[in-house]
């Protein structure tokens, strides 16, 4: 049986994987286009490196988010989809997004009186 | 005035931004706590070192997430409470927190697969 401070302990370590930049790009976009393949996921985004998509999908795979397809073809063709628990997560998600939508203009503000203040 | 294709980068960055382990434990703890001083973050967060929490308390303030007060005493007293917009991300976040609470025996049995059949 797991305890209170475990369970804490397992959240947070949870958290600290999902609340990952990369993690939620790819989510939005698997959210958004269905099953991609690993090339239509690096076109759709390009500010990723080769080495950190593929270091997001494993771990995503891994943490049971994405499932992944093998074809057995030449050349090889993988393809990512989101599994249950990914969808639920991008749900949960969603809240900070539309948090992020309504707010983008008071941040820069914010960040505008900030750099005033840090340049005085 | 702004087209959809510059909001949307926008959003994105902030998402970037957010979407950071250290940034959410710090804005858990402020949002349970309330006002904390800088001694009591890093009590409270033991597994960050000062430079991370400098860092994200710092970008935290940039982004209008949390005020920052310093009192003239010796040795300076410098407190931390979350701002509205630092109360609506908290909110909007704790989607996050119950997904991870609701699922972490979910996410830790697909790890459990996944390293089994990646040791085969």
């Known amino acids: 049986m797991e305890n209170k401070a475990e369970i804490e302990a397992l959240v ?4 600290g994987r999902v609340a990952d930049k990369w993690t939620m790009v ?5 959210e958004a286009r269905g ?3 690993f090339t239509e ?15 997001t999908v494993r771990q995503m795979e891994r ?8 074809y057995a073809v030449i050349p090889p063709k993988v393809e990512y989809t ?3 628990l990914g969808h639920g997560l991008s749900e949960a ?8 939508e309504k707010n983008h203009a008071k941040i820069h503000e914010a960040r505008r009186k900030f750099d005033v203040k840090a340049a005085r």
Do not use: Y
């Not at 947070?12 to 958290?15: F, K, S």
């Not at 996921?41 to 950190?52: A, G, H, R, T, V």
């Not at 943490?63 to 093998?70: A, H, I, N, Q």
């Not at 998600?93 to 992020?100: H, K, M, R």
């Open 12 to 15: 947070n370590e949870i958290i």
């Open 26 to 30: 790819v989510l939005e976009a698997l």
């Open 35 to 37: 099953t991609m393949r």
């Open 41 to 55: 996921l690096s076109q759709e985004i390009p500010e990723i490196s080769q080495k950190m998509l593929t270091k």
């Open 63 to 70: 943490d049971g988010l994405v499932s992944r397809k093998v």
């Open 82 to 84: 989101l599994t249950a």
């Open 93 to 100: 998600f969603c809240g900070v997004w539309i948090w992020a």
